[in-house]
């Protein structure tokens, strides 16, 4: 999690969906930047709004540019799902360790008693009433591409290279059609909410796309019969949360 008073920007780190990267290259440019997940790194937006609200009250929410990264709900618990293998888990919380598991168990055994542990991304993205607060949400795919234009957007005076890769968990396994299933079944708002996003990013030619995503503004609309874009600045949309 991410907070800068001088460049006005929050980052909400949401789970297996590179944070620590995107943290990695934003941090020496944030005034609050919650690296651990014990004391609060993947904290939802609500959470974020009631521990920083003494900030909020002095600069409204809104002057900020907010954002996050959505990932695929399969793929994220997959992710998450692979980190847990790691033999620190068996050494230090064996409980919690999924060496022995397959996805299939992780899914029915594993998030039934862990369940903060893989927080819906639609939860954690919405205020205490439910509603869509964030500027900007950008796939998992996408972020890499984009992030250091989008980042120089953010802080004006610094350069950025190509997002790092931290944290990426490698693995040979493919999630069945039924555990894939069973995720959307689970995550259904998760669902509908990166489809939503990923729709958004691939309905528009990139240049215009680009050049509103690194404004903080809802992405422009086709004029049709024309190769260019003319920008709607009505707020979009997002499926499984309130307008």
Not at 216 to 235: I, T
Request: glycine share 4%.
């Amino acid at each position: 999690m991410l907070l800068s008073t001088r460049h006005r920007f929050v980052f909400i780190a949401t789970l297996k969906t590179a944070s620590t990267a995107i943290e990695a290259a934003l941090a020496p440019h944030a005034s609050i930047h919650i690296a651990h997940t014990r004391f609060g790194k993947h904290m939802t937006l609500s959470e974020v709004m009631d521990r920083f609200a003494y900030i909020f009250e002095e600069e409204p929410f809104e002057k900020f540019e907010s954002f996050a990264v959505v990932r695929e709900p399969a793929e994220r618990l997959h992710s998450l799902y692979r980190s847990h293998k790691d033999s620190w888990f068996e050494r230090n919380k064996p409980d919690r360790w999924t060496g022995k598991m397959s996805f299939t168990e992780f899914l029915t055994d594993w998030l039934r008693r862990y369940p903060k542990q893989a927080v819906s991304q639609t939860e954690q993205l919405t205020d205490s009433s439910g509603h869509a607060r964030l500027k900007r949400l950008i796939s998992f795919e996408r972020m890499p591409e984009i992030f250091p234009e989008f980042a120089e957007k953010l802080v004006p005076d610094a350069e950025f290279a190509a997002l790092p890769k931290r944290n990426e968990s490698r693995s040979q396994d493919e999630i069945s059609e039924a555990d894939r299933q069973s995720v959307y079944d689970l995550y259904a708002d998760d669902v509908a909410l990166y489809r939503h996003v990923r729709r958004q990013e691939q309905a528009y030619p990139r240049s215009c796309r680009n050049a509103a995503e690194l404004r903080g503004q809802p992405a422009p609309r086709p004029v049709k019969g024309r190769k260019s874009c003319s920008h709607q600045g009505d707020e979009q949309h997002r499926p499984g949360v309130k307008g």
